[in-house]
């Protein structure tokens, strides 16, 4: 069974502060994929992030970095020196090749950013 | 511009009142998906097309129904079959063809869908 966790429903930082968003996945296939989609208040998906279970190197782009353990099936994202437009909901999201590509959502975490 | 635009934005309808919902893209995209999200809650898949004149069943296809007559069109039909219609309905689509196969989904919009 395919199944994404996001225990963190909700958290709330002060801005600057750095904040790490948890994602924890299930799967039986071999090969995967994983990514990262925020949801402003607009409601749009803004896509962040894919990464394949080949690669394990860890991943920045600006204030953004992604952890992935394929160990403890962990794919972790961090924000450093949060900003107010960094409020969103993020959603991890797990690929099934085997599916038509379909996504399995997590249920999201809203970040809420304070000046 | 390249995009997906999805129509109306809101939507209301009376109970028991079939609706369609529109989603467009000029991405030039082989695949599309329709995906339910209810307050709080990530997305659910309802239905996804890989090519044109074929679709499959999503994870909570019940209610609702499909059509793929076009590459950039992909209407969504709510009908009076669909116990709890009110959600947001987003639209989404891929390249999925030869490099590009596991790629990203482009999301439209939305369209909020509340019955009265």
């Known amino acids: 069974a395919q199944k994404v966790t996001q225990a963190q429903t909700e958290i709330s930082v002060v801005e600057k502060e750095d904040v790490t968003l948890d994602c924890v996945y299930e799967t039986r296939d071999t090969t995967y994929y994983l990514f990262w989609y925020k949801q402003p208040p607009s409601g749009e998906l803004v896509f962040l992030i894919r990464r394949n279970s080949f690669d394990e190197q860890n991943e920045i782009s600006g204030r953004y970095s992604w952890n992935f353990q394929k160990s403890t099936s962990s794919f972790n994202f961090t924000i450093t020196a949060s900003q107010v437009v960094d409020s969103a909901v993020y959603f991890c999201?797990?690929?099934?090749?085997?599916?038509?590509?379909?996504?399995?959502f997590g249920g999201g975490t809203r970040l809420m950013v304070k000046p | 511009d390249g995009g997906i635009t999805q129509s109306p934005k809101y939507l209301f309808r009376k109970e028991g009142q079939n609706v369609t919902l529109s989603c467009e893209q000029n991405l030039n995209h082989d695949a599309m998906y329709w995906y339910r999200q209810d307050p709080g809650q990530g997305l659910r898949l309802i239905y996804y097309?890989?090519?044109?004149?074929?679709?499959q069943k999503g994870d909570i296809a019940e209610g609702y129904s499909v059509s793929r007559e076009k590459k950039e069109s992909f209407p969504l039909t709510v009908t009076s079959a669909q116990k709890n219609p009110t959600a947001f309905y987003l639209c989404?689509?891929?390249?999925?063809?030869?490099?590009?196969?596991?790629?990203?989904?482009?999301f439209g919009p939305g369209t909020r869908l509340t019955v009265l």
């Open positions: 989404a689509s891929s390249r999925n063809k030869g490099a590009d196969f596991y790629n990203e989904q482009f």
């Open positions: 999201a797990l690929l099934r090749p085997n599916a038509g590509n379909m996504l399995t």
């Open positions: 097309s890989q090519i044109v004149n074929d679709f």
